[in-house]
């Protein structure tokens, strides 16, 4: 059985640097999705580079996009810092603010400075809203911290009336929650798919997002939350308040040739567009299939050979099934860094009916995927550069990098969902394979 | 230098006991300072006239909104001269509610030591007076930093005296196992039923691992002096309750005992000593 493989590396709460950093992260790169946003860090400095780092995840635009820090210090720890952000949320009137969100970290979470109570008390004050989101680190690691942005954003921007319903609407959830380093290109593919089937994105929860936006939440008629790794606590929040239903919630998001064919036909199902999903699916394998005839790729190089996952369960749930049915591969070990409850039970799922039965380690940190990574001795990995590094000693001559973090700057957003999607996946593995192949130090060891 | 510290519930009498003790030694020629650790910056009242001296924490904080920092700061900013030549200091903290008050007591101290407080003014003994009970690190600190070396525990008859002293004990056995630092033993301040409080805390001592040094006795001098905010031994030195601190500070002095306290683990343990002290009284006919 699958389930007795399974191991839970870490309690659900800890932070897996370098995997996963802090609440706060997670928290600020959800609010940072929003457009003209400000980002006010009640923080010390240090905790404020993760706003930067989420600035950079989220592509926010500079020149619309505002981040602050209360700059916190011992004296603020010592007599409670309520003082200095009441003082920089005023002195914030004096810039072009459309929206503030507040974000915590540890520190004054600690010491018991009540941000709720400043925010309500100045809102009368400001003429921008402002949003509290109670993201310390120590309440968890960046995919806790998007749960609870979003919680805070339905909770403070979402009016509680949903008013009508737009037909064929759907409301994205936690795009950015997806370590696929194009994660853009993923939403992309989506709203390209939806558009072709009629429907119309009402709101992005959260990237590009315009603050009116958050008006017409209520409004959709289903929600898709395209992580799974965080998000799902706001698509209970959206159904059980405005009956917004989730869609495709069972199936592993569209990575490779099954789920992609899967995830559109319910899509098109919902949609009333099972035609144009039908066609998509013709058309996708088609070209998928016709590329890899003309490169040469016919036959899978990589077949039957043990490999383990090392990724987070957005990319390393689906991934599983493309690379046990469509690539023929052997999989021993699937690694997750998170542990929401719903990825795990698709990823039994999963494994039961691929019939396979790798080592299944979740909330994995580092040292748990290294050990795990020991024990298993795959032939290669699917995971990113971090287990590049962390497999040197233990003579595993491949390591496809598909996941953050990558050494590898890219200016185009390309994904793995969808066809072409398929077709970068690909491209990536066969660039990594050839890599290895081509060291002149490291000797190739694999079997082929 | 004698370092001691003086822990215990909050409103047993630290800060009497504390103020007295530091008259007392003076009063032998022994050059002392006084600190207070508590937010509530009021050890050092009585001997300072029952005026409130300004903390580190507050002239620390007065620096920064200048733009400076603690290298501003001089032993004159903090350190002031008491009743008798006692060294007076209060570490201050934040408004209750707000803040971290431990993480101001560490940062006080740490800057009495980077001004080399007690080497400037030639200390021979420094007294902590430090907030109730250990209600989080911060207030371990003085312990966990090697500023204070012996650790008294004040106790009453009442039983949440105890109760609170256990709890400091348990503090004082997780931070004294790495240096020299021991619980030194425990002090009486009565409440009145001093026979039932010497018996009652000899035992108790007994049952942590250290003995009792001496108990107070309850007087309504005592009481008097500190509404006035004075010193007993400044204002009544020939008094009985004088003398009682007097003898209390020779007996710190001569005490050179330090332990690592064998805390009394359960509370149901703690309560079974208190009524078997209390059951005893009961039978003799006498009620604490
Ligand atoms: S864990 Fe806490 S202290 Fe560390 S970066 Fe995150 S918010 Fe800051």
């Given at each position: 059985?699958?389930?007795?493989?399974?191991?839970?590396?870490?309690?659900?709460?800890?932070?897996?640097?370098?995997?996963?950093?802090?609440?706060?992260?997670?928290?600020?790169?959800?609010?940072?999705?929003?457009?003209?946003?400000?980002?006010?860090?009640?923080?010390?400095?240090?905790?404020?580079?993760?706003?930067?780092?989420?600035?950079?995840?989220?592509?926010?635009?500079?020149?619309?996009?505002?981040?602050?820090?209360?700059?916190?210090?011992?004296?603020?720890?010592?007599?409670?810092?309520?003082?200095?952000?009441?003082?920089?949320?005023?002195?914030?009137?004096?810039?072009?603010?459309?929206?503030?969100?507040?974000?915590?970290?540890?520190?004054?979470?600690?010491?018991?400075?009540?941000?709720?109570?400043?925010?309500?008390?100045?809102?009368?004050?400001?003429?921008?809203?402002?949003?509290?989101?109670?993201?310390?680190?120590?309440?968890?690691?960046?995919?806790?911290?998007?749960?609870?942005?979003?919680?805070?954003?339905?909770?403070?921007?979402?009016?509680?009336?949903?008013?009508?319903?737009?037909?064929?609407?759907?409301?994205?959830?936690?795009?950015?929650?997806?370590?696929?380093?194009?994660?853009?290109?993923?939403?992309?593919?989506?709203?390209?798919?939806?558009?072709?089937?009629?429907?119309?994105?009402?709101?992005?929860?959260?990237?590009?997002?315009?603050?009116?936006?958050?008006?017409?939440?209520?409004?959709?008629?289903?929600?898709?939350?395209?992580?799974?790794?965080?998000?799902?606590?706001?698509?209970?929040?959206?159904?059980?308040?405005?009956?917004?239903?989730?869609?495709?919630?069972?199936?592993?998001?569209?990575?490779?040739?099954?789920?992609?064919?899967?995830?559109?036909?319910?899509?098109?199902?919902?949609?009333?567009?099972?035609?144009?999903?039908?066609?998509?699916?013709?058309?996708?394998?088609?070209?998928?299939?016709?590329?890899?005839?003309?490169?040469?790729?016919?036959?899978s190089p990589l077949h039957r050979t043990p490999a383990a996952i090392v990724a987070d369960a957005t990319v390393g749930v689906p991934l599983l099934r493309f690379l046990a049915e469509d690539l023929e591969v052997v999989p021993t070990l699937v690694c997750l860094r998170s542990g929401q409850a719903d990825a795990q039970a698709m990823l039994e799922r999963e494994i039961a009916s691929l019939g396979v039965s790798p080592t299944v380690i979740r909330d994995a940190d580092v040292y748990a995927a290294k050990k795990a990574l020991g024990e298993a001795r795959p032939e290669m990995v699917f995971g990113s550069n971090v287990e590049r590094h962390a497999v040197e000693e233990l003579g595993i001559p491949f390591v496809f990098r598909i996941v953050n973090p990558l050494s590898r700057f890219r200016m185009v957003d390309r994904a793995y969902f969808g066809y072409e999607g398929m077709l970068n996946l690909i491209e990536v593995m066969r660039n990594d394979w050839l890599d290895r192949y081509r060291s002149r130090h490291r000797r190739y060891r694999a079997r082929w | 230098m004698r370092q001691i510290a003086i822990y215990g519930k909050g409103g047993i009498g630290k800060s009497t006991v504390a103020s007295n003790l530091s008259m007392a030694f003076r009063e032998r020629g022994l050059e002392v300072m006084q600190v207070g650790c508590d937010p509530k910056r009021d050890s050092t009242r009585t001997l300072t006239g029952g005026r409130m001296i300004p903390t580190v924490l507050e002239t620390l904080r007065d620096q920064l909104r200048l733009g400076r920092d603690q290298s501003a700061i001089s032993l004159e900013d903090i350190v002031f001269a008491g009743e008798g030549g006692v060294r007076c200091v209060e570490s201050g903290g934040p408004e209750p509610g707000v803040g971290c008050a431990g993480r101001g007591v560490l940062t006080a101290l740490q800057i009495l030591k980077d001004l080399k407080a007690f080497d400037t003014y030639g200390t021979d003994v420094v007294i902590y007076d430090i907030l109730g009970d250990v209600v989080c690190g911060g207030f371990a600190q003085p312990i966990r930093e090697g500023f204070a070396r012996e650790i008294y525990l004040l106790c009453s008859g009442a039983f949440m005296s105890l109760y609170a002293a256990n709890n400091i004990a348990k503090g004082v056995r997780r931070l004294s196992r790495r240096g020299e630092t021991g619980l030194a033993g425990v002090i009486g301040n009565s409440g009145g039923q001093e026979e039932f409080e010497r018996d009652l805390l000899s035992q108790f001592a007994q049952a942590i691992g250290t003995s009792l040094i001496d108990v107070i006795p309850f007087s309504p001098v005592i009481r008097a002096c500190e509404v006035k905010g004075r010193t007993v031994l400044q204002h009544s030195p020939n008094s009985p309750e004088a003398d009682a601190f007097r003898h209390l500070a020779e007996m710190l002095l001569a005490n050179q005992s330090r332990v690592i306290p064998t805390p009394v683990e359960e509370v149901e343990d703690l309560e079974r000593l208190y009524r078997s002290r209390l059951d005893l009284y009961a039978a003799a006919g006498e009620s604490p």
């Open positions: 059985m699958a389930t007795e493989r399974v191991t839970n590396a870490a309690a659900a709460a800890r932070c897996h640097d370098p995997y996963l950093r802090c609440a706060l992260y997670g928290a600020a790169q959800t609010a940072l999705g929003v457009r003209g946003c400000c980002v006010l860090s009640h923080s010390p400095q240090g905790c404020f580079q993760l706003v930067d780092a989420a600035f950079g995840w989220q592509d926010a635009d500079y020149t619309e996009t505002l981040t602050l820090c209360t700059k916190l210090c011992e004296d603020e720890i010592v007599h409670g810092g309520e003082g200095v952000l009441a003082r920089t949320i005023l002195e914030a009137r004096e810039l072009d603010v459309r929206l503030m969100f507040v974000v915590t970290a540890c520190g004054p979470e600690i010491v018991g400075d009540d941000i709720m109570a400043v925010c309500q008390d100045l809102q009368p004050e400001v003429e921008f809203p402002l949003v509290p989101i109670l993201c310390a680190g120590f309440r968890g690691d960046q995919n806790r911290g998007i749960e609870i942005a979003l919680e805070a954003m339905l909770e403070h921007l979402v009016p509680e009336e949903g008013g009508f319903r737009v037909p064929r609407s759907v409301c994205l959830v936690a795009p950015h929650a997806n370590s696929n380093p194009t994660w853009m290109g993923d939403l992309a593919w989506v709203r390209e798919v939806l558009a072709a089937m009629g429907a119309t994105v009402v709101a992005t929860l959260a990237h590009d997002t315009a603050p009116e936006d958050f008006e017409k939440v209520p409004m959709a008629e289903g929600c898709l939350v395209l992580s799974h790794d965080a998000g799902q606590g706001a698509a209970d929040l959206l159904a059980e308040r405005y009956g917004v239903e989730q869609w495709c919630r069972d199936l592993p998001l569209p990575i490779g040739f099954s789920n992609t064919a899967s995830w559109l036909r319910e899509l098109g199902r919902r949609l009333g567009a099972e035609a144009v999903a039908e066609g998509m699916i013709a058309r996708g394998e088609a070209t998928v299939v016709e590329r890899c005839r003309r490169k040469g790729l016919e036959q | -």
